[in-house]
Every structure is written in structure tokens, then in C-alpha cells.
T-cell receptor, first 114, second 112 residues
Framework: ETGVTQTPRHLVMGMTNKKSLKCEQHLGHNAMYWYKQSAKKPLELMFVYNFKEQTENNSVPSRFSPECPNSSHLFLHLHTLQPEDSALYLC?????????????FGPGTRLTVL | DAKTTQPTSMDCAEGRAANLPCNHSTISGNEYVYWYRQIHSQGPQYIIHGLKNNETNEMASLIITEDRKSSTLILPHATLRDTAVYYCIVIVYGGSQGNLIFGKGTKLSVKP
């Protein structure tokens, strides 16, 4: 248990569906992250939020829409996804975004797009 | 951030020390070496980090060469639960954006 929870753990959706992934951290951290891990590929950073403000968008397609209402919650809204978007989506948090801040990861959401 | 090179895979016998190497020959003076691991289908887990001195914690030891161009993560008594992908990451310590850039890592298989 890392103090970062993600729901749902598994999600199957069609290409026309709209769904949301949720991440919550109970560590009092100020920064939160979304990563994508496709099969046999390294983890890719998607978005970074620091004090609820988005500080990085790593050229992510607009069909992925993040939302950070407060420092403890992070959402990833999904719409009109493609089968190649099937992946493990990981959320992480850290005290800040500076390099000395250890990141704590959630268990991930396994997404399958049909 | 400096690039790292790690072997694709390694085996280790249970109870023996696992020594995982990492090459980071272009590391800069303000960059730290971090190690994370990812057990199958779980999120990555922080292990240890260091600058130039050797470091030890309850999970592992980190040995960094004097020229800082390479390092070795040591799991002193590997168990089956240490089977995972281990990532060596170089990152600017205290920089404004300390993003983790994951490579392919080393898949460590601990065998009975």
C-alpha cells in the first residue's frame, strides 16, 4: 500500500464511450502525475500537476483530458479512444516536482479499448 | 537528463546477492542516480538514490563509481519477491521539473 489509490483497476470500453480514471493520494503531496505503460514499452509520462496546476503535457492527444480539482485527486477523462490506447495507466504523487522528490505510484488501471 | 544503459535481463539464485549494473557515462555533476523497480502489473516502487557516495537502506545498496559514470544496485539477499524490472534513472536533483524518464530497465528473475 503506497498511499496512492486508483479506480477502477480494470476497464473495458468501446471507442465511442466516455469514461474516467480516478486517482487519490493520502500522502499530503502537492504533485500528481499520469503515466502510460503500453505492452513491452517503457513508462511514458503524460501529465504533471503541481498545486493543482498543469505543468506538463507530454504531447498527449486531446482524447485524454486530465483534471486536478485539488492536490489529493487526479482524474483522466477518456473519450473516443483507439485500440492502441489500451495500456496500464499509472498515477503517481510526490511532495513536489523537483528532482529530489520520490514518486509514489498507484497500482494502475488496466484499460482495454475495443 | 543523462541517458542510462542497463542489461535487458539477469538471473539470480534465491538467497544470493543480486548486482544490477547501470551505465550513465554522460551524467552531469548535478544529476543523481535513482533506482525504481516494478513488480509485474504493479506501479513502480522507489528503491534508493545517490549522488557520489555509496548509499544503503533497508532495501538495497547503491555503489557509484568514483567517476560517476556507472553504478550498481545490490540486493544483498535476493528473494523470489524481488523478481521485477529494475530501472536506473538519472535526474537533476532539485531541478524545477524532476520528471522520471523510464527506459526498458533490467528484468531480474530470482530463481529458487
Amino acid at each position: 500500500e503506497t498511499g496512492v489509490t486508483q479506480t477502477p483497476r480494470h476497464l473495458v470500453m468501446g471507442m465511442t464511450n466516455k469514461k474516467s480514471l480516478k486517482c487519490e493520494q493520502h500522502l499530503g503531496h502537492n504533485a500528481m502525475y499520469w503515466y502510460k505503460q503500453s505492452a513491452k514499452k517503457p513508462l511514458e509520462l503524460m501529465f504533471v500537476y503541481n498545486f493543482k496546476e498543469q505543468t506538463e503535457n507530454n504531447s498527449v492527444p486531446s482524447r485524454f483530458s486530465p483534471e486536478c480539482p485539488n492536490s489529493s485527486h487526479l482524474f483522466l477523462h477518456l473519450h473516443t479512444l483507439q485500440p492502441e490506447d489500451s495500456a496500464l495507466y499509472l498515477c503517481a504523487s510526490s511532495q513536489g516536482t523537483s528532482g529530489y522528490n520520490e514518486q509514489f505510484f498507484g497500482p494502475g488501471t488496466r484499460l482495454t479499448v475495443l | 537528463d543523462a541517458k542510462t544503459t542497463q542489461p535487458t535481463s539477469m538471473d539470480c539464485a534465491e538467497g544470493r546477492a543480486a548486482n544490477l549494473p547501470c551505465n550513465h557515462s554522460t551524467i552531469s555533476g548535478n544529476e543523481y542516480v535513482y533506482w525504481y523497480r516494478q513488480i509485474h502489473s504493479q506501479g513502480p516502487q522507489y528503491i534508493i538514490h545517490g549522488l557520489k557516495n555509496n548509499e544503503t537502506n533497508e532495501m538495497a545498496s547503491l555503489i557509484i563509481t568514483e567517476d560517476r559514470k556507472s553504478s550498481t544496485l545490490i540486493l544483498p539477499h535476493a528473494t523470489l519477491r524481488d523478481t521485477a524490472v529494475y530501472y536506473c534513472i538519472v535526474i537533476v536533483y532539485g531541478g524545477s521539473q524532476g520528471n522520471l524518464i523510464f527506459g526498458k530497465g533490467t528484468k531480474l528473475s530470482v530463481k529458487p
